[in-house]
T-cell receptor, first 110, second 111 residues
């Protein structure tokens, strides 16, 4: 079964709006990562947040992590049509493997 | 292009046949991972190598699956006696630290 669960499963917004996706997980982690997957393309690493960090920024991306609630959120500001993709959270425990959630399908309408 | 490459990109096979996929990681990366992804799901971990040593295998990796990384460079994933349930995207990733870099995947269809 998947460690992470993303919410919502699908999100449709207009260009310029912000998009927020949430992820919950079940076990202790070393870090949590967010990946993007475009149709027909591989997974692209977006951002990593370590278990001792609470917030991280990278360009238009903002990630938060709440280890007490075992949850994370990804905020994409000023969305663009090119942001249309599936977004996955993935947790890494002590064993180096990544455990992915089922993903959020984001559609940004021009 | 110096990213992770996978070959073939697509494979259609009949049930019962054997298939082999290849992954070429980023050259300086000592860790190599295999994942499987089915439609509408996130990738699921299959196995992982550090150099030529296979350090971890998922219980998803049945006896029909075998992976090798003979010289600590490229890796192969073989599926014997394929079943329709093996139809999926097989993803390879490599890493020299925490971040994993993924290849484009091999899409397997078992008819």
């Amino acid at each position: 079964s998947q460690q992470g669960e993303e919410d919502p499963q699908a999100l449709s917004i207009q260009e310029g709006e912000n998009a927020t996706m949430n992820c919950s997980y079940k076990t202790s982690i070393n870090n949590l990562q967010w990946y993007r997957q475009n149709s027909g393309r591989g997974l692209v690493h977006l951002i990593l947040i370590r278990s001792n960090e609470r917030e991280k920024h990278s360009g238009r991306l903002r990630v938060t992590l709440d280890t007490s609630k075992k949850s994370s959120s990804l905020l994409i500001t000023a969305s663009r049509a090119a942001d249309t993709a599936s977004y996955f959270c993935a947790t890494e425990d002590s064993g180096s493997r990544l455990t992915f959630g089922e993903g959020t399908q984001l559609t940004v309408n021009p | 292009d110096t990213g992770v490459s996978q070959d073939p990109r697509h494979k259609i096979t009949k049930r019962g046949q054997n298939v082999t996929f290849r992954c070429d990681p980023i050259s300086e990366h000592n860790r190599l991972y295999w994942y499987r992804q089915t439609l509408g799901q996130g990738p699921e971990f299959l196995t992982y190598f550090q150099n030529e040593a296979q350090l971890e295998k998922s219980r998803l990796l049945s006896d029909r699956f075998s992976a090798e990384r003979p010289k600590g460079s490229f890796s192969t994933l073989e599926i014997q006696r394929t079943e329709q349930g093996d139809s999926a995207m097989y993803l390879c990733a490599s890493s020299s630290g925490v971040e994993q870099y993924f290849g484009p995947g091999t899409r397997l269809t078992v008819t």
